[in-house]
């Protein structure tokens, strides 16, 4: 497994922007597909965005298209959320997962797919 540590959350008013950052180490990196979820209280994890191991396939929940885009950097072993246009339903706290990428296998959208977690980051957002 590889292991996952988050960071960039924060509170920010409604129309602001934050960057979550997810660091990875342990295993070889690019051999990941990587996730972002969140879960808000009260409420299931959901899936927020995903990458394929080369970056070349980008997948986004309906929610965040057009705001959020997660992009990733194989030789800083980083994966990035940028989010903008934040709502106050984006109060969450965000996860990052990883799974060994097996695009005939994984839909990429499912958390029961990916088998490494973080340990999330609180993201708050005021109206």
């Known amino acids: 497994q590889v292991q996952l540590v988050e960071s960039g959350g924060g509170l920010v008013q409604a129309g602001g922007s934050l960057r979550l950052s997810c660091a990875a180490s342990?295993?070889?990196?690019?051999?990941?597909?990587m996730g972002w979820f969140r879960q808000a209280p009260g409420k299931e994890r959901e899936f927020v965005a995903a990458?394929?191991?080369?970056?070349?396939?980008?997948y986004n929940t309906d929610s965040v298209k057009g705001r959020f885009t997660i992009s990733r950097d194989n030789a800083k072993n980083t994966v990035w959320l940028q989010m903008n246009s934040l709502k106050p339903e984006d109060t969450a706290v965000y996860y990052c997962?990883?799974?060994?990428?097996?695009?005939?296998?994984?839909?990429?959208?499912?958390?029961?797919?990916?088998?490494?977690w973080g340990q999330g980051t609180q993201v708050t957002v005021s109206s």
């Open positions: 342990g295993r070889t990196f690019s051999w990941y597909a």
């Open positions: 990458i394929s191991w080369s970056g070349g396939s980008t």
């Open positions: 997962a990883a799974e060994r990428d097996s695009p005939r296998a994984l839909t990429y959208d499912s958390a029961d797919e990916y088998s490494s």
